[in-house]
């Protein structure tokens, strides 16, 4: 048996060279496009995500404020008469009842009433804070002089990024 011949392998020399001054340039003229491009797209992202954590941070002061604003409402203590709410104090911007709690606003503040406690900010600049005690149907306001007779009041929190509106029954006039 012959063995078939192998042909001589030849090894060529790698030449090594480095890049001309012209690539170079023509490199970081391409990079740079890109980069030009890409910018303002990372820039209104960033925007974005700044502004919605803003708003989420807002948002949640104002439902937190909300809750509590919609917890005292409707624990509201019973008034003299039967089916009615113990308001001493009732106003546009202010509810305080008989066992005395209540909310009001103070300035720019709004204030969580506590007869067995200081007073204590619930929610600071405020720029609206409304109370409307509103009849059965849920659209006709009652009488100033009679907030007590009130079956639902509108509630309405709002600072310079955010609003919140709400309908609060409390418990006492449900008896009704």
């Known amino acids: 048996m012959n063995p078939i011949p192998r042909s001589p392998v030849r090894c060529i020399p790698m030449i090594r060279r480095g890049m001309t001054l012209l690539e170079v340039m023509a490199s970081i003229v391409i990079l740079s496009i890109a980069a030009t491009a890409v910018l303002p797209v990372i820039d209104a992202s960033a925007r974005t995500y700044s502004e919605t954590a803003r708003t989420r941070n ?52 709004l204030m969580l009433l506590d007869a067995t406690q200081d007073d204590a900010v619930l929610l600071d600049d405020v720029d609206t804070f409304e109370i409307v005690a509103l009849d059965t149907d849920g659209v006709t306001e009652v009488p100033a002089d009679a907030p007590e007779t009130a079956y639902v009041y509108r509630v309405r929190i709002a600072t310079a990024d955010a609003e919140l509106r709400t309908m609060v029954f409390p418990r006492v006039g449900m008896t009704r």
């Open 58 to 109: 807002e948002t949640g002061r104002i439902r937190y404020a909300m809750d509590r604003a919609i917890r005292i409402i409707r624990q509201a203590p019973p008034g003299d008469t039967s089916g009615t709410i113990g308001i001493t104090r009732f106003d546009a911007q202010t509810i305080e009842f008989t066992d005395g709690t209540g909310l009001e606003l103070s300035g720019t503040s």
